[in-house]
C-alpha cells in the first residue's frame, strides 16, 4: 500500500501555510500490492530532511498561541542514529511525531519535511514506528508475536522456511533468544522483563525491513543496563544502512555514546543540532564546560531545563536551602546565571554557530544527491484469506490462554445456570407457573446475557492492538471483525450450550431435542448480540471503565423495552415501542413478546386459575394474556436476532471506516479555519526554505500526519 510524504511550506504575502501530502493506496482486504522494502532486503538509504518546522496549538481567543516547535531544522542520514532529547515538556515527542506524521488533530504544523530530498511515495514497510506503550497480547509468547505478525505482513508467496529464517534472524537479531518461548506476559501470567517487551517491539517493526525507524523514547522505564541492550540493538540495526530518530529523555553515559547525532531541544527551540559527540565542545565553547566526570547528558539538561529555576527559587524563599547548598548541589552554573539565561544564550550561540551552518550546508547537498531510491517489492503481501486465517488463529489463542476473556464467565455461567435450574427446578404446568416460566426467562435473557459485557476489558487490549496494526496497514476492519467472530464462537458456543442444557433440563421447560436446540442458539446469537454491541461501544469509548458504564446502561434499556417489565402491546408507542422495542433484541429473542415463549409454551397446555375449567392452551396465555403475535415462527424472530447481530457487526465496520474516511475532511476545515486566524498574528511571518521544493503551490489538509504508513486515506 503506498502513502506519500509530504509537508512543505506555501508562502504568501502574509505568511507560511502548510501543504500537506496527500496519500493514496487500496485498502488491504481489497487486496493491493505489498512493497517489500529493499528488493527483499536492499534497497538505498532513507534520507530525511526538516527545516524551518514549527507546531502550535492555535488559541482561537484573545490568548497567544502556544508554540511547541519553533523553526526547528535538521536532517537524518542512513546508517546513523539520531537521539532527539531534552527535558520534559521540551517537545521531544511533538519532533518525532510531526516527522512520523502522527501528529494530534489539534495541531497545525508549518514547513518544510522531505523524504529522500523530495515528495516519496512510500510503500508500508518503508516506514515504521515503535511508540513507548508496548502494546502486545500478553498470552503469547515472544516467538509467536513475531510469527504471527510475520506471517501477516510478508510475502505470502515466500515459503514456511522463507518465513521462519526472517523470524528467527529477527529475534537473533534483537536479542530474544533467551525468551523466545515465553509468554509475554499480563494481569494474571508472569512474563518477560520490560527491556525484552521493548526489544520485541523493535522486533515486530523491523520485520519488513524499514529504511526509516522512529521510536518514542524506547528506554522509557528501564534500568540503565536494560537501556543500553535496547539501544546497542537499534545500532545493530542501523549498520545495515537503516535510518532510525529515537526520542529519548536522559541516557547514561554509555548509551548517549552510542548515538551518532544529537538534537537537543529546550521549549520548542534548538539548542543544538550536529554529531552527538561534538556537542561537548559546542557547550565549551559557549561558556558552559562540562566536567570531566559528569555524564553529557545530564550536564547538557541541567543547563537547558528551566525547572531547576522554578524548584530552587522555591526552596530558597520558604529558606529550606541555602544559597551555598545550591551552589554545591548544580555547580558554577548557579553562580554564573539562571538556567533560563543559560538556554537563552544557547540557543543564540548555536544560530551562529558553524554547526548551524553545517547543518543547512548539509541539507544542501542532501537536496542534490542524485539516485536516492527506495526499493520496492512486486510481490503481494498476505492475502485476505491469509489474513483471516492467522488473524482467527492468534485471536483464539489468545481467549484460549486469558482466563478472564471466556473461561471465567464459562464458569460463572453454568453456575448461575445450576442456580437458575434448582430455583426454578421442576415448574411444572400449574397456573403460578406461568409467571414462574417469565421470571425464569427474564433472568436468563436479562443478566445472563448482561454478563457478556464482562469480556470488555480483555477485547479492549485486543483493540489497541488493532488500532495499531490497522494504523501501519497490516490489515483491515473487515478481517478483523470476522476473525473475531470466528474465534470466539466456540466460546460462545460452549458458554450457551452448557446454559442452555443445565436449566432447561431442571427447569423442564418445553420437551423435545428441536426445543433445547432453540434456546441454545437463542442464548448463542443472544449474548453475541451483546458482545458486538460492546464492540461499537469500544470503537466510540476506548476506555473500558466508560465502556462499562455505558453498556450496562444499554443493556439496561433493553431489559425495559423487552416486554418482560411492561407487556409490549402497553408500552407507549412513542419511541418505547416504536421504533425501541423492534431494534430490541430481547423482545425476539429470550423475552416474553416473542421467540422464546413461542419455543416453551406452544403446544403445551396448563392448568387453570379455578379447579374445573378447562386447561389453558399455550397459544391462548401467548396471544391474549402475553399479547405476543402468533403470526409468525419462533424462526422467524431468531432471524431477526441473527440480523441484529450483523448490524452491529456491520456498525462497527462502518464507525471505523467514517472515522478514517471523515477525520481527513473535518481536519481539513479546522485546518483552512486555524490557518486564517493564525494569518493575523505578527509572529508567522514569510520564512524562505534553504533548499528547493518541487511541489504544486496548493494548500491541503494535514493528512500526512495520519501516519507515514497509515491506512486511513485511500
Not at 446475557?449 to 483493540?463: K, N, V, Y
Not at 421447560?509 to 469500544?538: K, N, Q, W
Not at 409490549?568 to 415501542?577: A, C, E, G, N, S
Request: with cysteine; glycine share 10%; hydrophobic share 40%.
Amino acid at each position: 500500500m503506498d502513502m506519500e510524504i509530504e509537508v512543505a511550506v506555501v508562502h504568501d504575502d502574509d505568511d507560511q501555510h502548510y501543504h500537506g501530502g496527500s496519500s493514496s493506496g487500496e485498502n488491504l482486504e481489497e487486496g493491493e500490492e505489498m512493497s517489500y522494502p529493499n528488493g527483499g532486503f536492499g534497497g538505498g538509504g532513507a534520507y530525511m530532511v526538516w527545516e524551518d518546522l514549527t507546531v502550535v496549538i492555535p488559541n482561537f481567543g484573545n490568548g497567544p498561541t502556544r508554540r511547541l516547535l519553533n523553526g526547528l531544522t535538521g536532517y537524518a542520514q542512513p546508517g546513523r542514529i539520531l537521539a532527539i532529547m531534552g527535558p520534559s515538556g521540551s517537545g521531544k515527542s511533538t519532533l518525532l511525531d510531526s516527522l512520523a506524521g502522527r501528529l494530534a488533530k489539534n495541531v497545525i504544523m508549518t514547513g518544510n519535511v522531505l523524504f529522500n530530498g523530495r515528495k516519496r511515495r512510500l510503500d508500508y514497510g518503508i516506514v515504521a514506528y515503535v511508540t513507548q506503550e508496548d502494546i502486545m497480547l500478553g498470552t503469547l509468547t515472544v516467538k509467536e508475536t513475531i510469527a504471527y505478525s510475520a506471517k501477516l505482513r510478508l510475502p505470502s508467496n515466500m515459503t514456511k522456511y522463507e518465513v521462519n529464517e526472517i523470524v528467527e534472524g529477527t529475534i537473533i537479531e534483537m536479542g530474544l533468544q533467551d525468551c523466545a518461548d515465553r509468554l509475554i506476559g499480563n494481569w494474571h501470567l508472569r512474563g518477560i522483563s520490560g527491556g525484552e517487551k521493548k526489544r520485541l517491539s523493535i522486533a515486530l517493526e523491523i520485520l519488513t525491513r524499514p529504511t526509516l525507524l522512529f521510536l518514542d523514547e524506547p528506554t522509557s522505564g528501564l534500568d540503565s543496563a536494560s537501556a543500553f541492550f535496547v539501544i546497542q540493538a537499534l545500532r545493530n540495526v542501523s549498520s545495515d544502512g537503516r535510518t532510525i530518530i529515537s526520542s529519548i529523555h536522559q541516557p547514561s553515559s554509555e548509551v548517549f555514546a552510542l548515538f551518532d547525532d544529537l538534537f537537543l531541544l529546550s521549549s520548542g527551540e534548538t539548542v543544538y543540532f550536529g554529531e552527538a559527540k561534538k556537542a561537548v565542545e559546542f557547550f565549551a565553547e559557549a561558556g558552559f564546560p562540562c566536567p570531566s566526570r559528569r555524564n553529557p547528558s545530564d550536564h547538557f539538561l541541567r543547563c537547558i531545563n528551566s525547572d531547576f529555576d522554578h524548584v530552587t527559587a522555591t526552596l530558597m524563599g520558604s529558606q529550606r536551602i541555602r544559597v551555598e547548598d545550591v551552589q554545591r548541589c548544580l555547580g558554577s552554573l548557579v553562580r554564573v546565571k539562571a538556567t533560563a539565561e543559560i538556554k537563552a544564550i544557547l540557543v543564540e550561540k548555536y544560530k551562529r554557530s558553524k554547526y548551524a551552518v553545517g547543518t543547512k550546508a548539509r541539507i544542501q547537498e542532501i537536496s542534490t544527491i542524485e539516485g536516492l531510491t527506495i526499493g520496492h517489492k512486486s510481490r503481494s503481501g498476505a492475502t485476505w484469506w491469509k489474513q483471516l486465517l492467522i488473524l482467527t488463529r492468534r485471536s483464539f489463542v489468545n481467549m484460549s490462554r486469558d482466563i478472564g476473556y471466556y473461561w471465567l464467565r464459562i464458569i460463572i455461567y453454568i453456575i448461575l445456570s445450576i442456580c437458575v435450574g434448582t430455583v426454578f427446578f421442576d415448574v411444572g404446568t400449574n397456573y403460578t407457573a406461568i409467571l414462574a416460566r417469565g421470571a425464569c426467562g427474564g433472568f436468563i435473557s436479562g443478566f445472563m446475557t448482561m454478563m457478556s459485557i464482562g469480556g470488555f476489558p480483555s477485547f479492549i487490549e485486543e483493540m489497541k492492538l488493532f488500532s495499531k496494526e490497522r494504523l501501519n496497514g497490516h490489515y483491515g476492519v473487515g478481517v478483523f471483525i470476522l476473525s473475531n467472530f470466528l474465534s470466539s464462537f466456540p466460546f460462545l458456543t460452549l458458554m450457551s450450550l452448557c446454559s442452555a442444557t443445565i436449566t432447561y433440563y431442571l427447569v423442564k421447560f418445553h420437551p423435545g431435542f428441536s426445543h433445547v436446540m432453540y434456546a441454545y442458539l437463542d442464548l448463542l446469537f443472544s449474548i453475541s448480540v451483546v458482545e458486538s454491541c460492546m464492540m461499537v461501544i469500544a470503537s466510540l469509548v476506548p476506555n473500558f471503565l466508560m465502556g462499562l458504564v455505558i453498556g450496562a446502561g444499554f443493556v439496561g434499556i433493553m431489559m425495559m423495552t423487552a416486554g418482560f417489565f411492561r407487556f409490549t402491546p402497553d408500552l407507549p408507542k412513542i419511541f418505547w415501542r416504536y421504533p425501541m422495542s423492534y431494534l430490541n433484541y430481547m423482545s425476539w429473542g429470550l423475552q416474553i413478546s416473542e421467540g422464546a415463549y413461542k419455543n416453551d409454551m406452544i403446544g403445551m397446555e396448563f392448568n387453570p386459575s379455578q379447579p374445573g375449567q378447562p386447561k389453558l392452551k399455550g397459544e391462548f396465555i401467548l396471544s391474549e394474556m402475553l399479547g405476543v403475535s402468533l403470526k409468525h415462527s419462533k424462526w422467524w424472530d431468531l432471524a431477526v436476532v441473527i440480523f441484529i447481530l450483523v448490524c452491529y457487526r456491520l456498525l462497527f465496520f462502518a464507525i471505523f471506516k467514517l472515522k478514517e474516511r471523515a477525520s481527513p475532511v473535518f481536519h481539513e476545515i479546522y485546518v483552512k479555519k486555524t490557518l486564517k486566524h493564525i494569518n493575523k498574528r505578527p509572529s508567522f511571518r514569510k520564512t524562505i526554505p534553504t533548499f528547493p521544493s518541487k511541489r504544486h503551490q496548493t494548500i491541503h489538509s494535514l493528512s500526512s500526519q495520519e501516519g507515514l504508513s497509515s491506512p486511513l486515506h485511500y
